[in-house]
């Protein structure tokens, strides 16, 4: 068995409110980089924007195919 399997399986067994408690915890400490990295805070709006757009199409295409 793989490292990818056994992944894909612990990930299956997990429910919904796991994933979304796995989420908040994300962004938890995507906060907590922001903080302690105030040079990442210093881009214009549209960048964020930008890297939301690139990061999420790829999923997405994937759901959608």
């Known amino acids: 068995m793989s490292i990818f399997d056994w992944a894909n399986d612990r990930i299956g067994r997990m429910t919904w409110v796991d994933l979304g408690l796995t989420k908040f915890s994300v962004a938890a400490f ?7 990295w105030p040079p990442l805070l210093s881009l214009e709006w549209y960048w964020y924007g930008l890297i939301f757009v690139v990061l999420a199409a790829i999923p997405l295409k994937k759901f959608l195919s």
């Open 30 to 36: 995507a906060l907590m980089v922001a903080k302690l």
